[in-house]
């Protein structure tokens, strides 16, 4: 059993960190928190020495955070393009309840038709709505590439961990 920890397992824990990581090309995937799961079995497996807590501290900082900035990048754009509170906590509600109901895609579809609604609705023009719309789906996409590059952060500090102290 030694054997196969000391030789499979990192491979097998770093096949699952990259996993994550493609994962999080698509915004409805949970790739940062597959990349922590990992991350934790691999402590779990090999031990929480005091290096491998303060690693681990260090990525579960950076998953929540990398999580967070989807939202957070989402509603900041849609607001620069004009969309009200509402609109934009409907749409992180519609998000919420998409990625639930409809999985893989609800959670993008009920968020972009929650935001256009509320702000059509709101204002009662169409292409001001779509325009918000439009804010929230680009800031989507850079949320995707804010969770990316968390994700590589992550992969990096599980890779020192993996390398270094072990």
Same mark, same amino acid.
């Given at each position: ?10 491979? +097998?824990?770093?096949? %699952?960190?990259? *996993?994550? /990581?493609?994962?999080?090309? $698509? =915004?409805? #995937?949970? @790739? &940062? ?54 609109? +934009?906590?409907?749409? %992180?509600?519609? *998000?919420? /309840?998409?990625?639930?109901? $409809? =999985?893989? #895609?609800? @959670? &993008? ?58």
């Amino acid at each position: 059993m030694e054997n196969f920890i000391g030789t499979f397992f990192p491979w +097998i824990i770093g096949g %699952l960190m990259l *996993a994550g /990581l493609l994962m999080l090309m $698509l =915004p409805i #995937l949970p @790739g &940062l928190w597959v990349m922590w799961i990992a991350a934790s079995v691999y402590g779990l497996v090999t031990g929480f020495d005091t290096a491998g807590i303060v690693i681990m501290v260090i990525i579960t900082v950076l998953t929540v955070v990398g999580g967070l900035m989807d939202n957070i990048m989402m509603g900041a754009n849609a607001r620069v393009s004009g969309a009200s509170w509402l609109s +934009i906590g409907v749409a %992180l509600l519609g *998000a919420v /309840l998409g990625s639930i109901l $409809l =999985p893989p #895609l609800g @959670g &993008l579809i009920f968020a972009v038709v929650g935001i256009f609604l509320v702000e059509y609705f709101r204002i009662k023009d169409w292409r001001a709505a779509l325009q918000s719309t439009k804010g929230l789906a680009l800031g989507c996409g850079w949320g995707v590439v804010a969770r990316f590059g968390f994700g590589v952060l992550v992969g990096i500090a599980w890779l020192v961990w993996a390398l270094a102290y072990s």
